[in-house]
């Protein structure tokens, strides 16, 4: 899955992001799966707004974003839906998670649009991640660092080529953030897919292909 | 390990949906589709008394007997109520005409006889034809051909009134059910003189169109030839098939060219037109109330929708498509909307039941069942409101 950013300058930040050197914005990339990539994104550079920016859920930039050549902005609504659900996977820094829904069924949501994984290696990942117990807890009453690993699980559960993160481990400790990505690169790996991870720090979880600073 | 699979789109979408209010907007959808096949209902069962499909058509009937007035001037002049071919085409041609046909006369003296000695009854006769297709009751044994020993005759319905109800109680005579005149077989004596014939005459039905002892045209035909000093029929009356017999027009060429017609079958005709606007009048409100309900249930789903706005945005970010979604809510609300309707069609068609054995008490004849008209407007409502559901979905989505 190839994806190509050219002179990407998100318009709320327009002034900010034109008034410092920045290695993704305004500039021309190409970026391919199975590359691992991370980025480096300071408070207030626009570390969410890229990943949002290129999960075609915000349309307010200039220049363009395309994956697999196809311009995100002149993809219709059924045409991003496929796309989100057969190629590219997102954890969000804010988790999304349905909050009138338990735990196993804000994944059985994705499971059930795309049933690539059994029920039964959900399960086991959840175990894995420590939250095992929580299965049929509401959403809304788990920790941050529970969702967090909810959302990971949820990210993973659908086919994809590309996995979008945005502070994917803010919520967990050492320990926890370790065992979140080792599951996570097993399933990158599974998948031959590429990773983008915008992370406030320069960060060490996966082996980098390329480093950007926002 | 056995999950059960949970309908989690239900329980994201549609959580919100308050069962009272759901009841509320599906009794208000019920209520309209009711109504309005109901007002088809009763148009359908008018249009069918009015046009006199049934047997008996006494509603209203659209065909009208016309002759011409007898004056103090006209009285000395036996020819005077003769209808010429010149009348004729002019009645042809008058407004709202549909259809004319002649009364042609018996132009023979005819005698009727039953029984012999005392308990013999006599009576000079006349009788009458019309083209069949005027005919209200036509009997399988409604025809005649040269050499037939019995002639069928249809009575008016009015003579044999007038007899139970005026005659026999103050001669007192027996009264005589329509079965029992039906069973009685009596002698039709044609012609005078040498020539004078002898038929069986049996009584084979009761006509509320035409005033009259009706026979085969066949037998007025070779009896005019047969039996009649001069051979032509005098024709006095026509039978005309009329539109709108309250029409204006029309009841001004009939003063105007002194014509004389049944001014009850004009009452009913009257009738016909404040029934037209009592069933148009239902009709409109019907569509105003099917409107109303329409828009209560849309109402009740974008309020549902805009309650459950927050899932609806994420699912789409986790990537259910639009279509995906809308369809899941049709298939959701369809069944609801046509249950709405099925329950309106089972009221229409008791109703209808109803209406019909009411009806039939004072013989007039209504389908026991809905009829086409009510399945189209059924079926017709089943569309628009799918449509309707479908694109509100498809907006709430949308937005």
């Known amino acids: 899955m190839h994806l190509q950013i050219e002179q990407l300058i998100p318009i709320p930040l327009q002034e900010n992001v034109l008034a410092r050197e920045s290695g993704i914005w305004n500039k021309a990339l190409s970026l391919s799966a199975p590359d691992y990539i991370s980025i480096q994104a300071p408070s ?122 945005d502070e994917p481990f803010s919520h967990l400790d050492q320990r926890n953030t370790q065992i979140a990505r080792e599951l996570i690169l097993e399933i990158v790996q599974r998948n031959k897919a590429g990773l983008l991870l915008a992370d406030l720090d320069q960060n060490d979880f996966f082996p980098y292909h390329k480093t950007y600073t926002l | 390990m056995s999950q059960k ?88 041609k008058a407004p709202q005409v549909q259809d004319v046909g002649l009364l042609t006369p018996a132009n023979f003296k005819v005698a009727a006889s039953l029984g012999s000695g005392q308990m013999s009854f006599y009576t000079l006769l006349f009788l009458e034809a019309a083209p069949d297709r005027f005919m209200d009751q036509m009997p399988q044994t409604w025809k005649w051909e040269e050499g037939d020993q019995t002639i069928p005759i249809i009575l008016s319905r009015d003579f ?14 027996p009264l005589l059910s329509e079965q029992s005149v039906k069973a009685l077989g009596f002698t039709l004596t044609m012609g005078e003189g040498p020539g004078q014939m002898n038929y069986r005459a049996q ?61 009850e079958q004009l009452r009913f005709s009257k009738m016909r037109s404040v029934v037209e606007v009592v069933s148009g009048a239902t009709g409109a409100l019907a569509l105003l109330l099917i409107g109303i309900g329409a828009l209560v249930f849309i109402l009740f789903i974008e309020l549902t929708m805009a309650r459950a706005q927050a899932a609806v945005r994420l699912l789409l970010q986790i ?9 899941y809510l049709v298939r959701k609300y369809i069944p609801i909307m046509l249950s709405a309707l099925l329950v309106a069609l089972l009221i229409a068609a008791i109703l209808q039941f109803v209406a019909a054995q009411k009806l039939a008490a004072i013989q007039l004849q209504i389908a026991a069942v809905p009829g086409l008209f009510v399945w189209a407007a059924a079926g017709l409502s089943a569309l628009v409101l799918g449509w309707q559901i479908r694109t509100a979905i498809r907006k709430a989505l949308r937005s």
Not at chain 2, 319 to 327: A, E, I, Q
């Open chain 1, 44 to 165: 207030g550079t626009g570390k969410t707004t890229l990943i949002h920016c290129l999960y075609g859920v915000r349309t307010d930039y200039s220049g363009n974003i395309l994956w697999q050549g196809k311009n995100l902005r002149q993809c219709s609504a059924e045409e991003l839906a496929t796309l989100r659900a057969k190629d590219l996977s997102v954890i969000f820094q804010d988790l999304r998670l349905f909050p009138e829904l338990t735990a196993w069924e804000n994944l059985m949501v994705k499971q059930q649009l795309t049933p690539g994984i059994d029920e039964k290696e959900i399960e086991d990942w959840m175990k894995r991640l420590g939250i095992g117990h929580k299965k049929n807890a509401p959403g809304k009453t788990l920790s941050y660092g529970e969702q967090q690993r909810l959302a990971i699980i949820r990210a993973l559960i659908q086919p994809f080529q590309f996995l979008l993160m």
């Open chain 2, 5 to 92: 699979r949970p309908d989690l789109l239900n329980k994201l979408l549609l959580r919100n949906a308050r069962k009272g209010r759901l009841l509320s907007a599906w009794i208000a959808l019920c209520t309209g589709c009711t109504l309005l096949l109901l007002s088809v209902m009763i148009w359908s069962a008018f249009r069918d008394l009015l046009n006199g499909k049934g047997s008996q058509d006494s509603l209203g009937s659209t065909f009208l007997t016309v002759s011409k007035q007898v004056s103090d001037a006209s009285m000395a002049d036996k020819n005077s109520t003769q209808i010429s071919g010149a009348d004729l085409e002019q009645i042809r």
């Open chain 2, 160 to 173: 044999l009134n007038m007899y139970n109800y005026i005659f026999a109680p103050s001669q007192g005579l």
């Open chain 2, 203 to 263: 009584v084979e039905g009761f006509s509320d169109r035409i005033s009259s002892v009706l026979v085969p045209q066949s037998f007025i035909d070779y009896g005019n030839k047969r039996f009649a000093a001069s051979g032509a029929a005098k024709v006095s009356r026509v039978i005309v098939k009329v539109g709108d017999p309250s029409n204006k027009e029309f009841v001004t060429f009939l003063e105007q060219h002194q014509y004389t017609t049944n001014s």
């Open chain 2, 319 to 327: 990537g259910y498509g639009p279509k995906t979604l809308s369809s």
